[in-house]
């Protein structure tokens, strides 16, 4: 019990967690007070399931862990959006999801880039190194969170085609998602449908299934017949030894067993948070748009983000890269079609048009971090780009008006 609540630096924050349900269940706190407790008290519990995942990987085997880890590895943003689908909240889920996109792929990786870039400024850092997916870095993240450093995830220089292909791979998925959501928004913006209101959801749903084909296929590509290209022999060498030494902390079913109170909670503040969030908006007069597009993909991955920099301070910045562009592409080709599947099976029309404001959005940063990354280094000068255009990105949508009626789902 103590490694699971205690064993993170963001322990201090699961006091929220009591406050907000006795908030909630004797109606003593408002919806904007109800909100940002249920969000900070979701950072830890967040962080903690990635830890309970990581343990159990050590009883299930590489492949299955990893199987586990890239499936949890964003839990709270599909427990969230489950609870929004229930309340047939689609414009918030798409927000948020998008969100979490933009945060990872601009602010956490333009972060690292600036702190690194300023700490290292005798020379350009480089990531000519395997560029890992994020169910690979849960464990990593555990130094920087309060958890001993398994330095055997630490790829090691394996040459720049290495690099190149990975990257190509990861940037190729991204390209794959933005075209996904761009049809059915072009679809729906030109009026184009050959049976209005149901050729855009039907596409959505095929496009769906066909990004999580896409998903399926990558994971048996990273964990099977190219699983060299992300982890070297002697890593899984060091991995398989250092597994069986003190990092593993928590059984099998003790494990088990936290996973679900882990997930229990985080559904409960999920409910809160989608139940307080329009009256939060209405009492900071801050649009929904902004609160799910920014706020909640900064808060909610805090624990990531914090990684991500301390890596890159530490000059590891083939694992900073890995945090922010793992799991990029994991939200984008599994948590937004997965999203798509389950308001499918619940009756909800939830679709793939994000709007078109917020498509362009997406496009245009895949193609800024898409050059940043094509000379494999990175200096402060780079992050500060990434991070000034995060900021109007920002600005845009505190003044950008979400018009949910024009959406065919909402």
């Given at each position: 019990m103590y490694h699971v609540l205690f064993g993170t630096k963001l322990c201090w924050l699961l006091l929220c967690v009591p406050v907000a349900v006795i908030g909630v269940s004797f109606g003593v706190l408002g919806h904007g007070w109800i909100f940002l407790l249920s969000l900070l008290g979701m950072a830890p519990l967040a962080e903690r399931l990635g830890f309970v995942t990581e343990q159990l990987s050590f009883s299930t085997g590489s492949t299955v862990g990893g199987l586990l880890n890239a499936t949890?590895?964003?839990?709270?943003?599909?427990?969230?959006?489950?609870?929004?689908?229930?309340?047939?909240?689609?414009?918030?889920?798409q927000l948020s999801l998008l969100g979490?996109?933009?945060?990872?792929?601009?602010?956490?990786?333009?972060?690292?880039?600036?702190?690194?870039?300023?700490?290292?400024?005798?020379?350009?850092?480089?990531?000519?190194?395997?560029?890992?997916?994020?169910?690979?870095?849960?464990?990593?993240?555990?130094?920087?969170?309060?958890?001993?450093?398994?330095?055997?995830?630490?790829?090691?220089p394996c040459g720049l085609l290495l690099l190149q292909v990975t990257a190509q791979v990861s940037s190729s998925l991204l390209l794959m998602a933005v075209m996904g959501l761009l049809f059915p928004a072009v679809l729906h913006a030109t009026g184009t449908e050959l049976q209005m209101g149901k050729s855009e959801l039907a596409l959505s749903r095929f496009s769906s299934i066909i990004m999580l084909v896409a998903y399926i296929a990558y994971l048996y590509f990273q964990l099977?017949?190219?699983?060299?290209?992300?982890?070297?022999?002697?890593?899984?060498?060091?991995?398989?030894?250092?597994?069986?030494?003190?990092?593993?902390?928590?059984?099998?079913?003790?494990?088990?067993?936290?996973?679900?109170?882990?997930?229990?909670?985080?559904?409960?503040?999920?409910?809160?948070?989608?139940?307080?969030?329009?009256?939060?908006?209405?009492?900071?007069?801050?649009?929904?748009?902004?609160?799910s597009v920014i706020i909640l993909p900064i808060v909610g991955n805090a624990a990531e983000h914090a990684s991500a920099v301390m890596f890159a301070l530490k000059d590891k910045m083939?694992?900073?890269?890995?945090?922010?562009?793992?799991?990029?592409?994991?939200?984008?080709?599994?948590?937004?079609?997965?999203?798509?599947?389950?308001?499918?099976?619940?009756?909800?029309?939830?679709?793939?048009?994000f709007e078109l404001f917020e498509t362009a959005t997406l496009f245009i940063t895949v193609l800024v971090v898409a050059f940043m990354l094509q000379e494999g280094t990175s200096n402060y000068f780079k992050g500060l780009m990434l991070i000034l255009c995060y900021l109007i990105v920002g600005a845009s949508f505190f003044v950008h008006v979400d018009i949910p009626d024009a959406h065919p789902g909402a």
């Open positions: 949890f590895g964003n839990a709270t943003e599909m427990i969230i959006c489950i609870m929004a689908l229930r309340k047939n909240m689609i414009r918030v889920v979490s996109i933009l945060s990872n792929m601009l602010l956490v990786l333009g972060c690292a880039f600036f702190f690194g870039g300023l700490k290292h400024t005798h020379q350009d850092q480089k990531f000519n190194k395997v560029v890992p997916d994020k169910f690979s870095l849960r464990s990593v993240c555990q130094n920087t969170l309060g958890f001993s450093f398994i330095s055997s995830l630490e790829t090691k099977k017949t190219h699983r060299e290209l992300y982890d070297s022999e002697e890593d899984s060498d060091e991995y398989d030894g250092a597994s069986d030494d003190d990092e593993v902390l928590l059984g099998f079913w003790t494990s088990i067993g936290w996973l679900t109170i882990l997930t229990i909670f985080i559904s409960l503040l999920s409910e809160y948070l989608v139940d307080a969030i329009e009256g939060a908006s209405n009492l900071w007069n801050v649009p929904i748009a902004f609160i083939d694992i900073s890269l890995g945090v922010a562009i793992g799991s990029s592409t994991q939200i984008s080709m599994f948590v937004i079609p997965f999203c798509v599947v389950i308001g499918w099976s619940m009756g909800t029309h939830m679709d793939l048009n």
